[in-house]
């Protein structure tokens, strides 16, 4: 069965071994098959993913005035590397996604913390312009939009930030809350006509602070959100090994909640080093999908792999 993840970090990992080997260019990361990448185009192709999202991600302790570069950086990667990769498709407009030929496999840019573009709204529309289509304000740090989940005086957004999310919802772009601070993500639910979680849990289950109280899980159905899983196992579990079945339950969780119809996969791969067991790259997808067959209707998994997606595209 095809699907869409909408979170991975391929960028960064393609980033790094490019400045590590710059003098040795026999090391560097091939994207078609290395077994470094989680999702590399091979593994892609094995696990039936139909659309990959690509986030960028620059590191929060990076001088103010390197970021930037960092992030074209990745940008240059998503379409030297990645789009280069044969029956790769970009997709810069959400009505592509209808638009995909069999075994064509949709690459959408992202953008997570904006740290990249700092309190430059032109920096912000290039970034537009380049393709991003879902953008989060924060990771876990505090930056000129917001708090993240990891700084511990847990504001909402500034003035800057609000001005980012209206700008979101003019370009039809998501605002993703995966990593912003509870005041932050209230604010976001206030203002955003495209709210999105890319990549978080159900914090019932796990009591981790990426985790979305249930409080939070509802107001993102109420407000015709979608809540992506995420398959990093401290969010899944608090401890021991971590199976399929284990994250089916924050699934379980989301879907008793009312969500059978706005939940999807973000699986973090190529951010995180620990694995589901079954679960250790992209080509390994369709475990997660016979897994929830044996549970769920098929048009249920079906929604959860690509058409919950789907039935929830920005429109104007």
Not at 44 to 56: D, P, T
Not at 133 to 149: E, K, M, P, R, Y
Not at 206 to 226: P, S, T, W
């Amino acid at each position: 069965m095809k699907l869409f993840d909408t979170h991975c970090d391929a960028l960064l990992k393609l980033q790094i071994s490019k400045r590590l080997n710059r003098f040795n260019q026999a090391n560097l990361l091939n994207y078609q098959n290395d077994p470094f990448l989680d999702t590399n185009l091979e593994r892609l192709k094995q696990g039936e993913v139909a659309v990959q999202f690509f986030a960028i991600f620059v590191e929060p302790d990076l001088p103010d005035n390197e970021k930037w570069q960092h992030a074209l950086e990745q940008v240059d990667f998503f379409y030297t590397d990645v789009l280069a990769s044969p029956g790769v498709v970009h997709v810069k407009e959400w009505e592509q996604l209808h638009q995909l030929k069999e075994g064509e496999i949709g690459a959408v840019l992202t953008l997570e913390g904006a740290d990249a573009f700092g309190n430059d709204l032109t920096k912000l529309r290039h970034l537009y312009r380049l393709g991003v289509l879902s953008i989060g304000l924060t990771w876990n740090n505090a930056n000129l939009c917001a708090d993240g989940v990891g700084d511990p005086r847990g504001a909402g957004l500034t003035v800057l930030g609000k001005e980012v999310v209206k700008l979101n919802n003019e370009q039809q772009v998501f605002t993703d809350v995966s990593h912003l601070s509870i005041n932050g993500f209230w604010d976001v639910m206030e203002l955003a006509d495209f709210p999105f979680a890319s990549h978080s849990n159900a914090r019932a289950l796990c009591d981790h602070v990426r985790n979305l109280y249930d409080e939070q899980i509802k107001a993102m159905f109420e407000n015709n959100g979608l809540i992506h899983v995420v398959f990093n196992p401290p969010f899944i579990k608090v401890e021991g090994p971590t199976t399929i079945s284990d994250l089916i339950k924050h699934i379980d969780h989301m879907c008793a909640l009312g969500g059978v119809k706005q939940i999807g996969f973000g699986s973090d791969f190529d951010g995180i080093g620990q694995f589901v067991e079954g679960l250790n790259h992209a080509g390994e997808y369709q475990n997660l999908i016979n897994e929830l067959l044996k549970y769920y209707k098929e048009g249920e998994v079906r929604g959860f792999a690509y058409q919950n997606f789907l039935d929830h595209l920005p429109r104007k």
